[in-house]
């Protein structure tokens, strides 16, 4: 429509001068018909480049033949007037349909975009019904993931905790009955023979440990006390009492800074701290245990993070996951003591209480242990 515009336009402007009428008129007139064909034209180019969709350009031509199609009707019903008419309605014609032409190509374009608006939100919504849809369904799929692994996990600890105390039982038996012969028929045994009963008695009692440690970490949950305000200078001075023959013997010197008030179970928090330190003593290498325990806050204040650093043997980086698995060891009884269950242990705590942990090591390098623990409410960081 554009492109016919201009050339109605050029094609009037001739034969009008054609005809002798005056320059100015001409041109002015070809004006009023030629501009609105040069408006159509780059409207055209550059609707691709808009946010109008391809499917709505139909709107848009529909708008502009509207719009000439209104003017030409106002004129013929003009030139039905008995009164008067226009002197020259094929000019008025073409300068008011081209007008009306790119009137309409105006707001068929505005049409055109609010309905590509109004598509994108349909869309929009559909594919958020879809995204709520889906949503939901993974909901309830995890409400099952979770009643699934809390009835695994109940009965878990049903297992565990029936099967460690029925072990508690003929374990007791075999170790008495070895140290019965040991008392009795000592004087008749050889040295392998003594040798023998030392190792039965050394590993009865190595399983009894893991019986216990077994059954207490099966408990974390089922037997955890609610959570309350915790200081943890208190937790740490009834840590290092419980091990203070053992810091002794070993010259051990421990720095504890002053520490803060947490959310937590005060006898898991105890647990959790005593078997750091104990880790801490225990390997500690050829030199006096050094270890230090600091704290500092988070940055949004909703948690601390406690740092247990030794400066002992450390622990390989490739090996600091799997250290936290149960029964997970990375030294032989015979080079150091344990289950297998104290981090273990340690990592089911601080998952309870809603933080992590980690530890940051080298071997040779010693062992820095960060537990995040949240802040008690009301608890001054500062402290």
């Known amino acids: 429509m554009g492109a016919l515009y201009v050339v109605l336009a050029v094609g009037w402007a001739v034969g009008q001068l054609t005809a002798g009428k005056a320059l100015s008129n001409v041109v002015l007139v070809a004006g009023f018909i030629g501009l609105p064909g040069l408006v159509l034209l780059y409207g055209a180019y550059r609707l691709p480049r808009t946010d109008v969709r391809g499917a709505y350009y139909p709107t848009i031509a529909a708008w502009c033949l509207g ?9 013929a019903l003009y030139q039905l007037e008995p009164a008067e008419s226009v002197s020259d309605p094929v000019r008025a014609a073409l300068v008011l349909s081209a007008f009306g032409a790119a009137a309409g190509f105006g707001v068929g374009r505005n049409d055109a975009l609010a309905k590509t608006r109004a598509h994108e939100i349909e869309c929009r919504n559909r594919d958020l019904e879809q995204l709520t849809a889906q949503l939901d369904e993974t909901i309830a799929r995890l409400e099952v993931a979770n009643r699934e692994f809390a009835d695994s996990n109940e009965r878990l600890e049903q297992f565990a905790y029936a099967a460690s105390h029925d072990l508690q039982e003929p374990l007791r038996m075999v170790s008495s009955y070895l140290t019965l012969i040991e008392k009795r028929y000592g004087d008749n045994l050889d040295a392998d023979g003594r040798e023998f009963i030392d190792y039965a008695v050394d590993g009865a009692d190595r399983m009894r440990a893991m019986i216990d440690g077994l059954l207490a970490y099966s408990r974390i949950d089922s037997q955890g006390k609610p959570f309350e305000p915790v200081a943890l200078d208190d937790v740490l001075a009834d840590a290092r009492k419980d091990l203070e023959v053992r810091i002794a013997e070993s010259d051990a010197v421990l720095e504890i800074d002053s520490l803060p008030t947490v959310d937590g179970d005060a006898s898991q928090l105890r647990q959790l701290f005593e078997n750091l330190l104990s880790n801490a003593l225990e390997y500690c ?14 940055a949004d204040g909703s948690s601390w993070t406690i740092s247990v650093a030794d400066a002992g043997i450390g622990i390989d ?14 030294h032989g009884p015979e080079e150091y003591e344990g289950t297998g269950l104290g981090l273990a242990l340690c990592e089911r705590i601080v998952d309870r209480h809603g933080g992590r942990i980690r530890v940051d090591s080298d071997p040779g390098e010693g062992s820095t242990f960060s537990v995040t623990l949240p802040a008690a409410e009301h608890a001054d960081l500062d402290a």
């Open 317 to 330: 980086p490739a090996d600091a996951d799997r250290i936290f698995d149960v029964f997970q060891r990375l």
């Open 67 to 75: 719009g000439s199609g209104l003017l030409l009707a106002m004129l």
């Open 285 to 298: 290498g050829d030199e006096p245990p050094r270890v230090r325990v600091d704290a500092e806050p988070n």
